[in-house]
């Protein structure tokens, strides 16, 4: 890997890690003082959004530089890099589960949203990016160390 692509990897995860601290600061406070204040929730939404594009995007990157084809969902981006030995399974499960909170919030899939349920899962959110971070840096660092 060259270090032009090691560096842009490395901005996306700086990025992706601001967002999630965001995201861990404003879902700090119990869910009935977080749903009061509609910046939150805003916040969130929007913080949960970036992370995931950003989460896959270094995916894709990623696949393609191993040579295999793109993602053709979040979903996939999540399964083919633990397929692709670059995530753990569980952690690419745990990211599955983001998108689908992301895909369900921006896609409006659910008729009746449910605030308590994606409050959750915005507190989920800012561990399972820390270890993706951490994840894909250790991917980086092997490549860059390989002959």
Same mark, same amino acid.
């Given at each position: 890997?060259?270090?032009? #692509?090691?560096?842009?990897?490395?901005?996306?995860?700086?990025?992706?890690? /601001?967002?999630? +601290?965001?995201?861990? +600061?404003?879902?700090?406070?119990?869910?009935?003082?977080?749903?009061? @204040?509609? !910046?939150?929730?805003?916040?969130?939404? !929007?913080?949960? $959004?970036?992370?995931? #594009?950003? %989460? %896959?995007?270094?995916?894709?990157?990623?696949?393609?530089?191993?040579?295999?084809?793109?993602?053709?969902?979040?979903? @996939?981006?999540?399964? /083919?890099?633990?397929?692709?030995?670059?995530?753990?399974?569980?952690?690419?499960?745990?990211?599955? +589960?983001?998108?689908?909170? /992301?895909?369900? &919030?921006?896609? #409006?899939?659910?008729?009746?949203?449910?605030?308590? !349920?994606?409050? $959750?899962?915005?507190?989920?959110?800012?561990?399972?990016?820390?270890?993706?971070?951490?994840? &894909?840096?250790?991917?980086?660092?092997? !490549?860059?160390?390989?002959?």
């Amino acid at each position: 890997m060259t270090n032009h #692509e090691t560096s842009m990897i490395d901005l996306k995860l700086t990025e992706l890690l /601001r967002f999630a +601290q965001e995201l861990e +600061q404003c879902t700090a406070a119990p869910y009935e003082e977080f749903i009061i @204040d509609f !910046r939150n929730t805003r916040t969130a939404e !929007r913080d949960l $959004e970036l992370t995931v #594009e950003l %989460s %896959s995007d270094i995916i894709t990157h990623l696949l393609i530089h191993k040579n295999l084809p793109p993602p053709q969902s979040y979903r @996939d981006a999540y399964l /083919r890099a633990a397929q692709a030995g670059i995530l753990p399974v569980a952690l690419a499960e745990r990211l599955v +589960q983001l998108s689908s909170l /992301r895909n369900r &919030i921006v896609h #409006e899939y659910d008729a009746a949203y449910d605030p308590r !349920r994606a409050y $959750e899962g915005f507190r989920s959110a800012p561990p399972a990016l820390r270890d993706f971070a951490g994840a &894909i840096s250790r991917a980086i660092a092997l !490549r860059t160390d390989a002959p």
